[in-house]
């Protein structure tokens, strides 16, 4: 059967890491730690074995895999130095866990239960262990002894740091003098205020008898010549027992042949060469095992393996890819050996060319060369390789890969990747090398420029090593080319990273940082490395190498430049949330980085909403190297549109670059309050410049039964969802859950929208945060009762209004965890919100695993009801599908908008009229005012007022100018531009540059702004 391996192309992988209860302030730990894999081009391993269970675990002494918390109460634990803090079961990662003391050094041992163990034996410990969080670092060993009191315990496994948060694994040899009963102890020696240590799958095995003979280690193994099916084997029989003592003789020598037992040599002398003809191996690999024995028993096998028979060819060597003359090239040398150093008739030999994916691209080739002519050269970059296999009548080589080079076009000045939020830029094209199991990944475990992302790389094994490489980069015309970039460091561990710049013109290693000599503090360092060799080249390609023998510590890197390093330079970057509230203050960032070579003073940040200034300020100094954040405070109006446009300037006047003092426009939804508002606004022209409007009363405002999911409201939101009410009585610190990050997370709070899915939770994976229904559910979350008022939770989600008449409400609840029942009241009130007013109903306070739905009679006059959380220390009350039957609700009035500003109200009127409306076309808007706030504006209504007057659009300096779905706009440089449709959406939002600004533009009618002075309805046929 043919065989190959080419290179692998990984893309991504998720990797959720299993919850696990705590008994502190976080409750559940969910960690979402999402990894992206980049493409990679990994060498091609021949000949490789692959490990399977071995035999001696047909040996085995002890085996405890933690399946249940039965299985952990079988060993004891000793909490040498009497804190809270010890041994105990995880029942999510069924294994044994130590918690950790925020004041406290470890100094708790896990023993097991009694081994017999005897002292003829060698015997393997193995067993799994892992951090709990990847940011702390555990700290353990593991002994052996008799007794329950550790002092004299014989260290066999000497102390292991790790900070990795995925299982590794640990064997190890030992013996013991005298035979008893023995307990294996893991001892906990982490430092205070670190998090948890996982042990699991420990088992104890026979590896050897210590008087048996070791295994011989001199075997010669010839195959016939000429691919015939023989072998010749000689070997030396041992002269040494395991443990090294001499031997006097031999019972036995057997020889097997892929586990089958072909021959036997009686009684021969230890150091004597025994020879055996094999005239029945297999066509292909054959395993030879020799095995001694003594008085004492069986001895270690000495395991071969060796081809016999007809081999295929090796695969070809020195594959050079090249690009030239615009054309790509590919050459090799041809083979001499067999892929096992065996015999093949090179009379037949020829050659398949194969594509990265692995597919075949041209066979029978019969000289050393290809062309591929049908490779695009221009484009999106991309990696470029392909395999070459050597072909005879005896069968097909392994694949061997060629270098990678990159296609397409190179990128220019400034390049910056910051691989915000785990993620690189779209456009930007990334490749990596590795020599190891593992790579380089795009990780959001760290990240320096505040952007949730870097690259990340943990070795497997120690020496392993990878690189992460950037596509071609084109650095010719520029005055002063420099890479800038920061690394975590971690000082004192055997790890280096080197940087190397490539080009067709030159290789050059631009620096090494050795971790072992780079200070003694835990940090971001930023370093910039000049490019000047590079600047006649056709392109550079930058290349992190990192070099590992520390299979606990990652390499971190992030923020890559490649820019003119100039003295004077400062880039604008905007931070923006992506939402932010009616009402509510919402901090933008402004990003202000240093990336000249001499310190900056005197810049002013100045933010533009919706193409107007809003606000500036003045900067902070900037030494070389380093970045402020300029934080800026906007509140959403009722009046902005549902998408803001936002972005902002530094001005600086030493600046030599102003190219990337104007950061991108970003975008910015507003969140609109919850409440009924008005969709069917209609309106007409009374005069010619009177304007009459008519609306009705949202329907939703309107009583009746109503069936309430959560659905329809923000995520997050403690307050203001609709007509409900919330009231945090207790005002105490509520529990989180660890790895989830959402908005007021361990806050005082009452009830609050939760919904699992923004926060990539796999509900199905994690049932317990599933709801009852849609997406969203609300949660009362348990409140820490030393910090609270009452010593408990006093939590109240009050209804809207109710009819007034008597009905049955119903309701679902569930606890996200049974192990912390919650505890609840059922209260209803005939007057008011007032909780004094409230009359308690019914207690529940039984675990509820799964949604149970609860019904509850009101009485007649019955004006609201209430779900009273009065649960201590407990952990998450869920709430969902709430019936019940609403009482009429009252408007107050309602506001009246022309042109987003307010111009009058009515007196709940379903009618307003304005005289006087200027000349032009204008747009109208209502919103309903209740008791607890203004709705969103209504539909739009645009009324055009008739016009006598010309404008002089030549004195405005401004000309817009139509064609077939095409559009001209002229004005001065810096002047804003909007462009809406007569809905009242912006459909282009931008600014002038060069004086003008053209586009391509649906059929439609545009009302457009430029400026803050001119405007014009424009039709596009």
């Known amino acids: 059967m043919k065989q190959y391996k080419l290179f692998v192309f990984t893309t991504v992988y998720l990797c959720i890491l299993q919850t696990s209860l705590l008994s502190a302030q976080q409750r559940i730990t969910m960690q979402n730690a999402v990894k992206t894999k980049l493409p990679t081009v990994m060498s091609v391993k021949t000949n490789r074995k692959v490990l399977t269970k071995t035999d001696t675990e047909n040996n085995s002494r002890y085996v405890q895999n933690f399946d249940d918390k039965a299985a952990f109460e079988t060993f004891m634990v000793v909490n040498k130095n009497n804190d809270e803090c010890t041994w105990t079961y995880d029942s999510r990662v069924k294994a044994a866990r130590y918690n950790n003391s925020k004041t406290l050094a470890a100094d708790d041992w896990l023993l097991s239960p009694n081994i017999k163990l005897d002292n003829k034996h060698a015997y393997m410990l193995n067993f799994k262990y892992r951090a709990g969080f990847w940011s702390y670092t555990e700290t353990f060993e593991v002994g052996i002894g008799t007794e329950i009191d550790t002092e004299n315990y014989k260290i066999i496994v000497p102390r292991i740091e790790t900070a990795v948060d995925s299982f590794q694994n640990n064997e190890t040899e030992f013996t013991v003098n005298e035979d008893g009963d023995y307990r294996i102890g893991v001892h906990a020696m982490s430092k205070a205020d670190q998090y948890y240590l996982f042990i699991d799958d420990i088992s104890i095995s026979e590896k050897a008898l210590l008087a048996a003979p070791a295994a011989t280690s001199i075997i010669h193994i010839k195959p016939g010549q000429q691919g015939t099916l023989t072998t010749d084997i000689s070997f030396t029989t041992p002269t040494k027992a395991y443990d090294g003592s001499r031997i006097e003789s031999l019972t036995k020598v057997e020889i097997y042949r892929n586990a089958k037992l072909i021959t036997t040599f ?434 939703e405002a309107e009583g009746g039964k109503k069936e309430e999911d959560f659905e329809n409201y923000e995520p997050w939101l403690t307050d203001k969802y609709g007509f409900w009410t919330t009231l945090d009585g207790d005002e105490g610190t509520t529990y989180g859950i660890r790895g989830l990050e959402f908005e007021h997370k361990t806050e005082p709070m009452a009830f609050m929208v939760f919904n699992p899915e923004e926060l990539g939770v796999n509900v199905d994976e994690y049932p317990q945060f599933k709801p009852a229904s849609g997406k969203q559910f609300l949660i009362a979350m348990s409140a820490q009762s030393s910090s609270t008022r009452k010593g408990h939770n006093d939590d109240w989600l009050i209804s809207p209004k109710l009819s007034g008449e008597a009905q049955t409400i119903s309701f679902k609840a569930k606890n996200i965890d049974i192990q912390y029942p919650e505890k609840f009241e059922i209260r209803y009130s005939v007057t008011d919100k007032d909780t004094a007013h409230f009359v308690l109903l019914t207690t529940i306070d039984k675990p509820l695993k799964d949604w ?107 000309s817009i100018e139509t064609t077939h779905r095409q559009i001209s706009i002229k004005a001065m440089p810096g002047d804003s531009v909007f462009i809406y449709t007569l809905d009242g959406h912006i459909f282009y939002s931008g600014y002038i540059s060069n004086t003008n600004t053209e586009m391509s533009i649906p059929k439609g009618v545009y009302i457009i702004r430029v400026g803050n002075q001119f405007s014009q309805k424009i039709v596009i046929d």
């Open 266 to 699: 009686e009684n021969p002398s230890p150091n004597v060469q025994l020879h055996y003809t094999d005239n029945s191996p297999t066509q292909g690999i054959n395993q030879y095992s020799i095995i001694a024995y003594n008085n004492v028993g069986k001895g270690l096998a000495a395991v071969k393996e060796t081809f016999v028979g007809i081999d295929i060819p090796a695969p070809p060597k020195d594959i050079i890819l090249k690009e030239s003359d615009n054309r790509i090239t590919l050459a090799w040398k041809t083979p001499t050996e067999g892929a096992h150093n065996g015999y093949f008739d090179a009379s037949t030999l020829s050659y398949n060319v194969y594509t990265k994916e692995g597919v075949i691209l041209e066979k029978g080739i019969k000289h050393s060369e290809f062309i591929d002519k049908n490779i695009e050269l221009k484009g999106a970059q991309k990696l470029l390789c392909y395999g070459v296999s050597a072909v005879t009548a005896g069968g097909e080589s392994l694949i061997s890969q060629s270098n990678p080079i990159i296609i397409g076009d190179s990128y220019t000045i400034p390049f910056h990747e910051s691989f915000a939020m785990g993620k690189p830029t779209e456009e930007h094209f990334f490749w990596g090398e590795q020599n190891g199991e593992n790579g380089f990944v795009f990780s959001t475990t760290h990240s320096y420029d505040d952007e949730y992302g870097c690259l990340e790389y943990l070795p497997k094994r120690k020496g392993d090593s990878a690189s992460f490489n950037t596509g071609k980069i084109d650095v010719r015309n520029v005055r002063n080319p420099a890479l800038m970039f920061t690394y975590f460091c971690y000082p004192g561990h055997k790890i280096k990273l080197k940087v190397i710049a490539t080009s067709p013109q030159r290789t050059d290693t631009l620096a090494i940082y050795n971790y072992a000599a780079v200070g003694e503090t835990k940090e971001w360092k930023k370093k910039v490395l000049l490019l000047d060799k590079f600047k006649n080249d056709d392109y550079v390609i930058l290349k992190f190498l990192a070099e590992s023998y520390n299979t606990a510590i990652p390499v971190y890197i992030d923020d890559i430049n490649v820019i003119n390093y100039l003295e004077y330079n400062v880039k604008a970057e905007l931070r923006l949330v992506s939402e932010a509230r009616v009402g509510k203050e919402t901090m933008i960032g402004v990003k202000v980085t240093n990336m000249g070579s001499q310190p900056t003073k005197g810049m002013v940040a100045t933010l533009y909403v919706e193409g107007e200034k809003y606000d500036e300020h003045e900067c902070f100094d900037l030494p070389v190297n380093l970045g402020s954040m300029e934080f800026f405070y906007y509140e959403p109006k009722i009046t902005d549109p549902e998408t803001l446009h936002i972005y902002a300037v530094v001005s600086y006047s030493n600046d030599q670059d102003l190219t990337d003092n104007t950061t991108i426009v970003g975008t910015m939804k507003v969140k609109f309050p919850n409440f009924p508002r008005v969709v069917n606004l209609n309106g007409q022209l009374l005069s010619t410049n009177k304007a009459h409007l008519w609306w009705t009363k949202p329907i």
């Open 852 to 958: 149970t739905q609860f019904q509850m009679a009101l009485p007649k006059g019955t004006r609201y009801f209430a779900i009273h959380s009065i649960a201590t220390d407990s952990y998450a009350l869920m709430i969902d599908d709430i019936e019940y039957e609403m009482a009429p609700i009252d408007i107050i009035a309602y506001n009246i908008y022309m042109d987003k500003n307010k111009i009058g109200n009515t007196a709940g009127i379903s009618m307003f009229e304005q005289s006087n409306v200027p000349i032009g076309l204008h747009s109208f808007q209502v919103s309903a005012v209740y008791d607890v706030g203004e709705s969103a504006l209504s539909n739009v209504i645009n009324l055009d007022i008739p016009t006598t007057i010309v404008n002089d659009i030549q004195k405005s300096n401004i």
